[in-house]
């Protein structure tokens, strides 16, 4: 399959308004934690949970739970993953303003629109199914499901096994950013979740609302027209 012209997305703080599910997932991975005695720290800030939002689990874990044990990990990867499942069916966030509108349009166009999070395989697969997102979207790609370690490896492993031409990397995070760069994509940064202030800079668009991504279409195919 070769496919000419694709849309990556982000999913955490691109698609979804991820803190309101995030956090107290978060919160209560770490209270199981301690009620079985696998840890006796703190519980993260607020701040601190969204900082590792679009990271790898072996990066969030590295990050939160420094020095942890084997099994101490494998009980944190059980908890989080329940409690998110169980949270998504609660419906106790949403999708941004406009993403569904916008997605339907694009598939609408014949655009070939893709996942690619550094989430876990379940996490992504639940939300797309949730949201009503599945039957818009070619493949869901996350590193949970492909045990990518960056967001250039997974980037670069849906590029090739789809024969991607040409493609537009869609993002909030620097990571999203540079692993478009790095693919030779076109990227759009999403200044409406959790960039951190100059995140966005490299991004050959900014976007404040996500209907918006819909003015740079034309942008994108001059981009590639200068190019070609």
């Known amino acids: 399959m070769s496919i000419p012209y694709a849309i990556l997305f982000d999913m955490d703080g691109t698609l979804l308004q991820t803190e309101r599910l995030s956090t107290p997932a978060f919160q209560r991975t770490f209270d199981q934690l301690r009620e079985a005695g696998l840890w006796e720290g703190r519980t993260p800030d607020e701040n601190e949970l969204v900082n590792i939002l ?20 494998a009980a944190a990867d059980r908890f989080l993953l329940e409690n998110e499942i169980r949270l998504i069916r609660e419906r106790v966030t949403d999708l941004y303003p406009g993403v569904v509108e916008t997605m339907r349009d694009l598939y609408q166009r014949g655009v070939a629109m893709f996942i690619a999070s550094n989430g876990q395989e379940a996490y992504i697969d639940a939300l797309c199914e949730e949201y009503g997102l599945k039957p818009l979207l070619t493949d869901l790609y996350s590193a949970g ?11 670069a492993k849906l590029l090739a096994d789809y024969q991607v031409q040409k493609g537009v990397m869609v993002g909030d995070r620097r990571s999203d950013i540079e692993a478009g760069k790095t693919n ?10 959790f960039a951190n202030p100059g995140e966005l800079d490299e991004a050959d668009v900014v976007i404040t609302k996500f209907p918006q991504l819909l003015n ?13």
Request: glycine share 10%; charged share 20%.
């Open 216 to 228: 740079h279409l034309p942008q994108i195919d001059t981009t590639w027209q200068r190019q070609t």
């Open 54 to 73: 679009g990271m790898t689990i072996e990066q969030v874990w590295n990050k939160l739970l420094p020095g942890a044990s084997e099994e101490t990990i």
């Open 184 to 193: 030779g994509l076109f990227t759009i940064g999403c200044d409406f979740g």
């Open 145 to 155: 499901r492909f045990r990518t370690h960056t967001k250039n490896d997974l980037v």
